[in-house]
């Protein structure tokens, strides 16, 4: 039995159990799997997602309340060591200096994979030039490539504006570590705040160039998706092969360079609230919602479909 099947067991068998009440020292009646109350901090750019999976879940377990923040990566692991939340919903796994804490009070941390995902180039629509070549977005965090002519000298457009949602996010270390690393990034990448603020920004700029979590774009059956992308569009990015966006299908076979993992870590000693939670999105219920987020199921195959269209 792997390590996954094997928490995933454990955690079954508390599900059974949980009728059985708990208490701390001073005799307050602890969460369980299904019930209680906790904290959770959540990367900005994964709400969507986070959003849908704390709704079902809640939606099933009626005594079960777990309160979500939505803020920086940075802060959302800082809260996670100082044990003000007890999970952690981010798109790395613990570092060495984060686990020797750990190792300090003797708790062994859960990260759980629970998700593939994209960090979507978004732009203006005026903007014509929606396809870029990894090589390209390289020059652009390095400060080489400044202004819209460098990369298509036909351009009516002048200088590169890049945004994102906050300057200790998710994003900007994905983009240090995958993409370039740099010292410092160029003057004119600004954050805004969130990913919907970064949505809002490249509306209204035609010069822009917005960097968010790929499921603010990626439930088509969702209202407020369809709003976002009526206001701007999806670049494609091209590494070796063609240029794609950040489709499921993309992500999963990893044509799309820009893809990412999405962890829940949790810092329980015992198998409370929280364990019950990562059990729920990693099991059948929770991987079918990051199906129809748009995102990449970790324990669930994607099946590609091709349609062609006779003309």
């Known amino acids: 039995?792997?390590?996954?099947?094997?928490?995933?067991?454990?955690?079954?068998?508390?599900?059974?159990?949980?009728?059985?009440?708990?208490?701390?020292?001073?005799?307050?009646?602890?969460?369980n799997p299904t019930s209680g109350s906790i904290k959770i901090a959540v990367d900005e750019s994964l709400r969507p997602l986070l959003e849908a999976e704390v709704d079902t879940f809640q939606g099933t377990y009626h005594y079960a309340f777990i309160h979500a923040d939505y803020t920086s990566e940075a802060e959302a692991m800082d809260r996670l060591l100082k044990d003000s939340v007890r999970l952690a919903v981010v798109t790395r796994k613990l570092t060495n200096d984060e686990m020797q804490v750990f190792n300090v009070v003797k708790i062994i941390p859960e990260q759980v994979k629970v998700a593939k995902d994209g960090v979507a180039i978004i732009l203006n629509r005026n903007n014509s030039d929606s396809v870029f070549q990894f090589s390209q977005l390289q020059s652009i965090v390095e400060g080489k490539v400044s202004q819209w002519k460098q990369i298509n000298p036909a351009s009516t457009l002048s200088n590169i504006e890049v945004v994102f949602d906050h300057p200790q996010s998710g994003i900007i270390r994905f983009i240090n570590d995958s993409v370039r690393r740099v010292e410092k990034l160029p003057a004119y990448f600004y954050g805004v705040n969130s990913n919907a603020s970064v949505i809002d920004y490249v509306s209204k700029k035609a010069n822009a160039i917005g960097l968010i979590g790929?499921?603010?774009?990626?439930?088509?059956?969702?209202?407020?998706?369809?709003?976002?992308?009526?206001?701007?569009?999806?670049?494609?990015?091209?590494?070796?092969?063609?240029?794609?966006?950040?489709y499921q299908a993309y992500i999963d076979n990893g044509q799309y360079p820009l893809r990412r993992d999405v962890y829940i870590i949790s810092r329980e000693y015992r198998t409370g609230l929280g364990t019950g939670f990562i059990s729920f999105v990693a099991g059948d219920k929770g991987q079918r919602i990051v199906l129809k987020s748009g995102m990449v199921p970790a324990t669930m195959p994607i099946r590609t479909v091709q349609i062609h269209r006779n003309r």
Not at 2 to 30: T, W, Y
Not at 216 to 229: E, K, M, P, R, Y
């Open 1 to 31: 039995m792997g390590a996954k099947a094997h928490f995933l067991f454990i955690v079954g068998m508390a599900f059974l159990f949980s009728g059985c009440v708990e208490r701390d020292k001073k005799g307050n009646i602890l969460d």
């Open 214 to 246: 790929a499921c603010w774009i990626s439930d088509h059956d969702d209202a407020t998706v369809n709003g976002f992308l009526k206001t701007i569009r999806v670049a494609r990015i091209a590494r070796e092969d063609k240029a794609v966006q950040p």
